[in-house]
């Protein structure tokens, strides 16, 4: 099942973008009480890098994801693992069985889904003391490098909004009426990546590249321009990892 968001053009850049923080990702477990061996759904999987959080964590993992590239990456990226299978599938209709996971996750997916149906869908397939969780990455915009970088941005496109990627979920989550208590977790972490990773990075956000439109290009060379100014090969990247968990209601 495909949806409305292709990232077929995005998926090698995909690769090289910033881990979740191990912080954010152990408070969660802890908090969850998951253990070694229990199952569950990674939705949207895209290249794995959630997916391979919680592999390490000994779980065994259906990985979904409905873009063939992405998929095709996540599956090369976790191939010693032989807990995990990567199928196509999509948050809305993920044509699981109905209680079947101890957890389900969105790494940086959640807000490209229809999130009410996704939470729906969520809730039938995990098990009655099943958790959700949904995470994404920001960057620090009160970094130097950061600021610049918003700052060109929103001098090209006034009404530039990040869209619900960086929205607190806990409304969106209770709204579905399915879901106890929503706790949120942040963790820190770094991310180094050379200047022609970043350039890509850059040229690869598909937020930026719907709200921009035809001024794409144009904010790329500028953003492109000022990191050549920077004269360094590398850059040492802040982010936060936002999470967000609840426990599914009993019945």
Same mark, same amino acid.
């Given at each position: 099942?495909?949806?409305?968001?292709?990232?077929?053009?995005?998926?090698d850049?995909?690769?090289?973008?910033?881990?979740?923080?191990?912080?954010?990702?152990? *408070?969660?477990?802890?908090?969850?009480?998951?253990?070694?061996?229990?199952?569950?759904?990674?939705?949207?999987?895209?290249?794995?890098?959630?997916?391979?959080?919680?592999?390490?964590k000994?779980?065994?993992?259906?990985?979904?994801?409905?873009?063939?590239?992405?998929?095709?990456?996540?599956?090369?990226?976790?191939?010693?693992? *032989?807990?995990?299978?990567?199928?196509?599938?999509?948050?809305?209709?993920?044509?699981?069985?109905?209680?079947?996971?101890?957890?389900?996750?969105?790494?940086?997916?959640?807000?490209?889904?229809?999130?009410?149906?996704?939470?729906? *869908?969520?809730?039938?397939?995990?098990?009655?003391?099943?958790?959700?969780?949904?995470?994404w990455?920001?960057?620090?915009?009160?970094?130097?490098?950061?600021?610049?970088?918003?700052?060109?941005?929103k001098?090209?496109?006034?009404?530039?909004?990040?869209?619900?990627?960086?929205?607190?979920?806990?409304?969106?989550?209770?709204?579905?009426?399915?879901?106890?208590?929503v706790?949120?977790?942040?963790g820190?972490?770094?991310?180094?990546?050379?200047?022609?990773?970043?350039?890509?990075?850059?040229?690869?956000?598909?937020?930026?590249?719907?709200?921009?439109?035809?001024?794409?290009?144009?904010?790329?060379?500028?953003?492109?321009?000022?990191?050549?100014?920077?004269?360094?090969?590398?850059?040492?990247?802040?982010?936060?990892?936002?999470?967000?968990?609840?426990?599914?209601?009993?019945?």
């Open positions: 099942m495909k949806t409305q968001w292709d990232y077929t053009d995005l998926a850049a995909y690769i090289k973008r910033p881990d979740y923080s191990g912080e954010a990702i152990n *408070e969660l477990f802890n908090l969850m009480g998951i253990t070694q061996g229990q199952f569950a759904c990674d939705i949207g999987a895209g290249v794995g890098h959630l997916t391979r959080h919680l592999l390490k000994g779980l065994n993992v259906v990985a979904l994801e409905p873009n063939d590239a992405m998929r095709r990456h996540g599956i090369e990226r976790t191939a010693q693992f *032989e807990e995990v299978t990567w199928l196509e599938a999509a948050a809305e209709n993920t044509n699981q069985d109905s209680d079947a996971f101890r957890l389900v996750t969105f790494g940086s997916s959640f807000n490209v889904t229809d999130q009410q149906v996704a939470l729906k *869908e969520t809730s039938r397939i995990l098990k009655p003391d099943g958790w959700f969780a949904c995470m990455n920001h960057r620090n915009l009160d970094d130097a490098i950061q600021a610049q970088i918003e700052h060109i941005i001098n090209r496109i006034n009404d530039y909004d990040y869209g619900s990627r960086r929205v607190e979920q806990t409304s969106i989550i209770d709204e579905s009426d399915l879901f106890k208590q706790h949120k977790i942040e820190q972490v770094k991310h180094t990546q050379s200047l022609l990773d970043c350039k890509k990075a850059w040229r690869s956000h598909a937020t930026l590249q719907r709200q921009a439109g035809d001024h794409f290009e144009n904010v790329i060379q500028e953003i492109d321009c000022y990191l050549d100014s920077l004269q360094v090969e590398s850059i040492t990247i802040p982010y936060t990892t936002r999470a967000w968990i609840a426990q599914k209601k009993s019945c």
